[in-house]
């Protein structure tokens, strides 16, 4: 059902020169720090990556990274859908010098001299930019009921009815006194 994990070892530099792309539908597994935070099965990480060298004869990688999956709602600790989706433009550069001189919105992929690349790693952390930090359903639509619920309706209303009233009878006040 899965295709197979991004290779974990990746010489970018000669990756670059030859042109990749990478179309994959990945077990969330592959991804470690995402999947600790998923819960159930139905977990996927869709890959849509290009890696090449561009007129300027920088090395890029350019693409799209969606996942879906289910966490634990922080309201209700029941699992909740979440779909994350990143888009992908990084050049590859081998030093802080070289990433400050990128251009315009261009985000650095900064590796060292001879280290090779962990791709699904280096996706990972695109998307793991993209997540919420709190995951929660919509607004009353927590399955079933919990003590920490909105108020109910009748509440919301009496307190909107206090607010509306307040003012002006503190407006009469001051007309009556100075009648
Ligand atoms: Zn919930």
Same mark, same amino acid.
């Given at each position: 059902m899965f295709d197979e &994990?991004? &290779?974990?070892?990746?010489?970018l530099r000669k990756l670059a020169g030859r042109e990749a792309h990478f179309s994959a539908k990945l077990d969330i597994s592959v991804m470690q720090r995402i999947a600790e935070a998923a819960v159930g099965e139905n977990g996927f990480i869709d890959v849509d990556l290009h890696i090449g060298v561009d007129e300027y004869r920088d090395r890029y990688l350019k693409g799209s990274v969606h996942c879906e999956a289910e966490v634990i709602c922080q309201r209700c600790l029941q699992p909740v859908s979440v779909v994350v989706d990143a888009r992908i433009h990084l050049h590859v550069v081998w030093d802080e010098k070289q990433a400050q001189q990128l251009r315009g919105d261009i985000d650095p992929l900064i590796i060292g001299e001879d280290d090779l690349v962990d791709l699904n790693e280096v996706l990972e952390d695109e998307l793991l930019l993209s997540f919420p930090l709190v995951s929660h359903h919509?607004?009353?639509?927590? &399955?079933g009921k919990h003590d920490y619920e909105l108020p109910s309706e009748e509440a919301s209303v009496e307190v909107v009815a206090e607010e509306k009233e307040n003012p002006f009878s503190v407006l009469a006040k001051l007309k009556v006194n100075k009648e």
């Open positions: &994990p991004l &290779p974990k070892q990746v010489d919509e607004d009353g639509e927590c &399955p």
